[in-house]
């Protein structure tokens, strides 16, 4: 029985649904990596919870959590709003250009089957504005109002980081275009302005009731701090996730790449995590010999090394976190010595850390060509920049709660600190067996001693 050959018009046919077929798995499996990154960033806010309740004196525990619970959930909606459209309308400077597809009400800012990328893109900012918010959170634990620390959250989260993100991350970053701007793993553009802008919130702020004693500070002990271990683990394990979401996952012949359109791959991302990390443990260890802060080094460790993961030498990463975690425990020291109280040492960790980390680009990096025509990265580049994150993070949080303060917004009153925030501001206790029972509603005590209450 003879056979039809297929014509020319036929295998084109087949050829182009083999092609369409292709396309729809390589923008499938974009969705899919993008949508487990966001999920495993969720562990950074589980571990910063878990963290912030250990450091915290029992009396504060549940306030700590709370806010970190509710830091998430107000940055995700006014990311929504207009963190998005941020990101979007500013990379060249303060004037914003077009980006009305940003906008909430925009086509692209919601179902649509022909869009498959919009909706995991913005969720793994968003979750980089929520990181931001827990990184402030722990340094001002066990004073300041929960409905300031939204306020400052917001403004944070879903606004200052962001168009730091728009400045140094976007293709059209004049950061990037006109000065060479390397930071693949948001070390300035989310730890240095996190840490900065807590610093400016610290200075209105005052330290906590009795940490200072005739200028001479005080340590004011976490109250479990195997929790706070834990949470620093979980910290460290949703990392892998905060720093997938830096990648770019290209379809077709490109691959992986930075967000600068540089090639790179998970491969270098995981040599020089994982060297930053045991850097970083293995120098704060050496350096305090304290627990807290050599779990903390894992932090230190990771952020000294993110900008330049893609072209760091495995060896050379693990120098710079051992020897960053110095810098970093002299400044938390400086800071201490200075009467600002950081309860965790955020400005220190991810603020001090994150600017010599855009810097040590500049050193060890220095003359690597970028790509789309911009220019090469440079140590002045870097520096330039760094300068930059530091005053962007630092101006607004120190006026923003300045205003605060100056309406009594800021801090809760000295006997509402006195009796534990978990008592007013929460309303309950997070170890209720070792609170008093009260006398039961409608009984006399009379009723209670004849029954051997």
């Known amino acids: 029985m003879a056979t039809e050959t297929p014509t020319l018009e036929s295998l084109q046919a087949a050829l182009d649904a083999q092609q369409a077929v292709f396309n729809m798995h390589q923008a499938m499996n974009v969705e899919v990596f993008y949508w487990w990154c966001t999920a495993i960033m969720v562990m950074i806010h589980a571990g910063f919870l878990a963290y912030e309740m250990g450091a915290s004196r029992s009396k504060n525990a549940l306030a700590a959590g709370v806010k970190n619970i509710l830091a998430l959930a107000v940055i995700i909606p006014t990311f929504y709003l207009f963190g998005w459209w941020i990101y979007n309308a500013f990379p060249g400077g303060l004037i914003p250009a077009e980006a009305s597809a940003a906008l909430p009400w925009a086509q692209s800012m919601g179902p649509d089957v022909q869009d498959m990328g919009t909706g995991i893109f913005w969720a793994a900012f968003a979750l980089f504005g929520a990181t931001t918010g827990s990184i ?213 960790v991810h603020g001090v850390t994150g600017v010599v980390a855009v810097i040590l680009v500049g050193v060890f990096a220095g003359g690597t060509p970028n790509m789309d025509g911009n220019p090469a990265i440079s140590l002045y580049g870097q520096t330039v920049c760094a300068i930059v994150m530091m005053v962007l993070g630092f101006v607004p ?30 309303l309950t206790h997070p170890y209720p067996e070792t609170v008093p029972a009260s006398t039961s509603k409608g009984a006399d005590m009379g009723d209670l001693e004849a029954k051997g209450a």
């Open 397 to 426: 949080g120190y006026l923003v709660s300045y205003l605060l303060k100056k309406f009594n917004m800021l801090r809760v009153p000295e006997n509402v600190e006195d009796l534990g925030l978990d008592e007013v501001e929460i």
């Open 136 to 348: 402030m959170s722990g340094a001002v634990i066990e004073r300041i109002r929960v409905s300031a620390f939204l306020i400052l959250t917001v403004i944070l989260g879903s606004g200052v980081w962001i168009l730091a993100g728009a400045w140094g991350w976007h293709p059209d970053g004049w950061m990037l275009t006109e000065m060479g701007y390397h930071d693949v793993g948001a070390s300035g553009v989310v730890h240095a302005i996190a840490g900065f802008f807590t610093l400016g919130v610290l200075i209105n702020l005052g330290p906590r009731v009795g940490k200072f004693i005739e200028g001479v500070p005080q340590q004011i002990k976490a109250h479990n701090l195997p929790m706070t271990l834990i949470g620093l683990m979980m910290i460290i394990f949703g990392f892998f996730g905060f720093l997938g979401g830096c990648i770019i996952f290209n379809g077709g012949e490109t691959g992986w790449t930075t967000i600068y359109n540089t090639p790179t791959n998970l491969s270098a991302f995981a040599f020089n995590t994982l060297m930053g990390f045991a850097g970083g443990v293995i120098g704060c260890y050496i350096a305090t010999r304290d627990p807290f802060w050599t779990m903390s080094g894992g932090l230190v460790g990771i952020i000294s090394v993110a900008a330049g993961l893609d072209l760091y030498d495995p060896g050379l990463a693990f120098i710079i976190a051992t020897c960053v975690s110095f810098i970093a425990v002299g400044a938390a020291k400086l800071l201490e010595k200075r009467g600002i109280d950081d309860a965790v040492g955020a400005v220190a």
